[in-house]
């Protein structure tokens, strides 16, 4: 069960990937991925699609988003499995979460304009389908296509993170709000890329407890964003806090990600993993039609 190649997380056009839910279910096939999710960021309207991609490939699918959660002053993002996305409460949290991004990226782009990076939102625009969902993404795009950086990294450095002349402070979700949707709606909520925060030993130890208390059940123990040293602390942390390990890439792109789909290492022995709580099975073998 542990071995499952499963992959519990990754982005579409819907958020801020930059492939469509069927080109990402085609992907995740041909990496082998036998357990698959798209999580966008605070966005369910890929899921459809990527349902009916799955099936037809003949690979188990679980429905997924990606909340973005303000906590101690922090952006956390939240995963959300196995929920059912007609779930009225949760839609209108998605929307009240996405409901703030134009007006971010206006002042985003004010930002930049005062360094001498004019038409940034017109530039970003350029590289978003959904359009609610404008994301920090779409503008390092837009600055590493006009040649501003090499990298969507290094904008993120120079431009996009706190402090820098195109980041704009944003109130995202509340923990208990965040997982209560996800768990209203039947689902699992898990903590992604716990290893990315910059949180204190004490600030870490309240996320953790408080999404605990809130109903959270799982940690992300393997990510694309994790080396040897965040898995092995983050699974220590699962069994302390009695959580189950979610397994996921948090690919993007094939240009930018780092890691593949489907290509973590196993999730260890001594954990459990997280789709031992969701409700999936592999789609049987499509019938090959008998021509006589
Ligand atoms: P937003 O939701 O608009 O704040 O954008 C957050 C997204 O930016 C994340 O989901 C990542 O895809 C991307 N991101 C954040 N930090 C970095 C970074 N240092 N380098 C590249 N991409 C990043
Ligand atoms: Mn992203
Ligand atoms: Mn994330
Ligand atoms: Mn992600």
Redesign the pocket.
């Known amino acids: 069960m542990n071995l499952l190649n499963a992959d519990l997380h990754c982005?579409s056009r819907f958020s801020?990937g930059t492939l469509s839910p069927t080109e990402l279910a085609e992907r995740a096939s041909a990496q082998g991925v036998a357990l698959w999710a798209l999580t966008d960021?605070d966005e369910i309207r890929g899921l459809a699609e990527a349902a009916a991609a799955a099936q037809t490939l003949g690979m188990g699918f679980v429905n997924g988003v990606e909340i973005?959660v303000t906590f101690a002053g922090e952006?956390v993002h939240i995963v959300g499995l196995g929920f059912d996305a007609t779930d009225a409460g949760l839609q209108a949290g998605l929307a009240h979460t996405r409901g703030g991004r134009l007006a971010r990226a206006q002042g985003m782009a004010d930002g930049l304009a005062k360094v001498g990076l004019p038409g940034a939102l017109e530039g970003a625009l350029r590289y978003v389908s959904n359009p609610d969902l404008v994301?920090?993404?779409h503008f390092?795009r837009w600055l590493v296509e006009t040649g501003v950086c090499s990298d969507?990294?290094a904008v993120?450095?120079r431009y996009l993170?706190d402090g820098k002349p195109g980041f704009v402070p944003h109130r995202w979700a509340g923990l208990g709000d965040a997982v209560a949707w996800i768990t209203r709606a039947g689902g699992v909520a898990v903590i992604a890329h716990p290893g990315r925060y910059r949180f204190s030993v004490n600030e870490e130890f309240a996320l953790f407890s408080e999404f605990k208390a809130h109903g959270g059940q799982g940690v992300e123990v393997l990510t694309g964003s994790h080396g040897p040293a965040d898995t092995a602390k983050y699974s220590e942390m699962a069994l302390e806090f009695g959580l189950l390990a979610s397994r996921g890439s948090d690919f993007?792109s094939p240009s930018e990600s780092r890691i593949e789909l489907g290509s973590l290492p196993d999730l260890s022995a001594t954990l459990t993993p997280v789709w031992q709580a969701l409700k999936w099975r592999a789609p049987q073998q499509r019938l090959t039609p008998f021509s006589a």
Do not use: E, L, P
């Open positions: 982005h801020d960021h973005s952006t994301s920090r993404t390092a969507t990294g993120f450095r993170t993007h």
